[in-house]
């Protein structure tokens, strides 16, 4: 526990401006970022008597060993700044809304050719417009076909629609009028994409103006006597009529709001939005969040309204805000809103009528929500906890072991000898922290060596950054790496490995990780040791792994393995192992631990494998991509004519220069002609033209 007094700026150090701070630990890891009006006035406060800080601040300041400012000259751009900020380093002390982007929308892709319209989940594309989200994906989906009946817009996949543009026929909705077929040229793009932008503008909320317009067209059909067109409108206006109906009026006046409402505790917070378009609900969410900090109901209000229009431009934030509390002072947030928007934004409490009675129910949605989650994480904490107790009376520890980080070693008949390593805090799998290794300092099937080599990477590389921070107190050095030992590790981003000599700078981990960080705050790889390190296996990769810390001289880690025979608990220097009962939360725990490790691992593995038997000639050829790759058979149409061919004809092709088309060239000139591809049903050799369209399935002589 660090002393504040420690750190504490000088008198008059700290500027009176606006501004946004940061707090950070020993690591250098940002563990609270907040703005203020006059950052002299706020920081100062955190600088008092313990005892008069509230619980929450009086952790947070004596968790961290120091404080940075940075002045701005509006209020607005402190906000700006502060949920940059959060976004950036995932603060642990700021209040962090659970994310929402599992909450399907409606999405109409107008960046394509041919708009199509489907349900989404994730991160906003540049291009899509989108409508909600919902609560449930059936629900969209119900909605949609029943309009696809007035607006037949494309709903198949990119494949559905290239493979019926190929053969000339129509997917099954086009037979049955549910799709207008711009695959097979029924409509132009031109008038697919009018059929797109009036659904668009239905879901948008302008629906009256379209429904008159087809009771016109159907009483006009009528009277012409062409009543199967009539009978066709009819139907049409019944079919947007019910889709109207599941999203019924809540504010007659046609509003376009947003309503958020906030349900607490000491502990937590539930907040619920109800998105209103044309005085319908269009789309609701819901967050939790721990108040890791002293906040009150409009602090969380202003957290939720940077969550919620943070990376939303234009119509996605509305005109009107109707929230329970308005943050203190309000102007720098409506501001923030209006610049978003493009024009004024209303931020307001509402107090009678229709708007108030809708906020009731969303305030009554929110209740609703913290309770269930209250229901649900009570037991799973209750779970958690057990479980990492259980682990620590089994295996001695003096305390639950938080952080437990996971082993195991994958190979295929000891080729492509890799390994994993996973992640687990409280109980839970941190995946932004998983990393992977490939072994290359042998050659042959060693589990016990890999091991050995694998956890002594690691802990060289915690010993390592111990070492630049300065908290390394021991007279020994740590080892360094080996020049003839590969330091390759690759967290699970699916960014491909890549090696990194002895003493070269490491790589960046990946990125929106709330791990162990550097200098300036950024995701850092392996500075942060575990209380439990578990191995898959018996005694023999346990002893290999205790072998590795205790060359390190690192002493406070605790090591186990679990081996899958009769899922025993190995101990370093044991005979005999920890035998947990079946129905042990602890042992599923550490079964749930290890069974990720191998999935991670075989994984890794699997894709390895599957790059190296696909590899050709070309992949030998350093820094050619694949996009060249193909540019290249595309033009020579094989690997043969491409061997053939001089420096000057390959440098015809597009996008490759004199020096890659010269080691492209001499490449191919050293490496050994292929086989000639074999019609394994005649025996006929087949040509290289034909046979350069599947470079390796078609190569029977070579599998």
Known sequence: MADPSSYRPKPGQIPESPGVYKFRDEHGRVIYVGKAKSLRQRLSSYFQDLANLHPRTRTMVTTAAAVEWTVVSTEVEALQLEYSWIKEFDPRFNVKYRDDKSYPSLAVTLNEEFPRVQVMRGAKKKGVRYFGPYAHAWAIRETVDLMLRVFPVRTCSAGVFKRSAQIGRPCLLGYIG???????????????????????????????????????????????????????????????????????????????????????????????????????VRGQRGWVTDKVEAVDTADLVEHALQQLYGEER????????????????????????????????DLRIPQRGDKKDLMTTVQRNAQQALALHKTKRASDLTTRSRALEEIAEALGLDSAPLRIECFDISHLQGDDVVASMVVFEDGLAR???????????????????????????????????????????????????????????????????????????????????SGPLDDDGRPKRFAYPPQL????????????????????????????????????????????????????????????????????????????????????????????????????????????????ATVEQICEVPGVGRKTAETVAAALTGAAPAAPAVNTATGEIIEDEAAASAPSANRGTRS
């Open 431 to 513: 995946k932004s922290e998983y990393r992977r290794f490939q072994i290359k300092s042998f050659v042959g099937q060693d589990d016990v060596r890999s091991m050995h080599e694998v956890v002594g990477r690691r802990f060289r590389r915690y010993l390592q950054e111990k070492q630049k921070s300065g908290e390394w107190e021991e007279n020994a050095e740590p080892a360094q790496e080996t020049p003839g030992e590969p330091a390759q590790e690759t967290p699970e981003s699916g960014e491909p490995a890549q090696e990194t000599p002895a003493g070269a700078a490491e790589a960046p981990a990946v990125e929106e990780t």
């Open 314 to 345: 234009g119509d996605a934030v509305p005109k009107e805000v109707l929230v329970p509390a308005v943050p203190d002072p309000a102007e720098p947030v409506t501001q923030w809103l209006s610049e978003r928007r493009g024009s004024r934004v």
């Open 178 to 280: 549910k799709c207008s077929a711009p695959c097979v040229g029924r409509v132009s793009a031109e008038e697919h994409r009018e059929l797109a932008d009036e659904f668009c503008d239905f879901m948008a909320g302008r629906t009256g103006t379209y429904i008159r317009r087809l009771e016109q067209q159907m009483q006009q059909a009528a009277e012409e006597m062409e009543y199967e067109k009539a009978a066709r409108l009819r139907d049409d206006i019944g079919a947007l009529k019910s889709a109207m109906e599941k999203n019924a009026v809540v504010l007659a006046d046609a509003t376009d709001a947003d309503l958020i409402a906030v349900a607490e505790d000491e502990l937590e917070a539930a907040v619920q939005i109800f998105h209103v378009r044309g005085g319908r």
């Open 533 to 644: 390190v578990v191995v898959d296996g018996g005694q023999p990769q346990v002893a290999a792994a205790k072998r590795a810390l205790d060359e390190l001289g690192v002493d406070d880690v605790a090591v186990c393995g679990l081996a899958k025979r009769l899922e025993e608990v190995w101990l370093p220097d044991e005979d005999d192992p920890v035998v947990l009962p079946r129905s042990s939360e602890g042992l599923y725990l550490l079964q749930r631990v290890r069974d990720e490790a191998h999935r991670f691992a075989i994984t890794y593995q699997r894709s390895k494998r599957a790059k190296s038997m696909k590899a050709g000639p070309l992949d030998a050829v350093p820094g050619l991509g694949d996009s060249r790759k193909h540019a290249l058979l595309k033009h020579f149409g094989s690997v043969k004519r491409l061997r053939a």
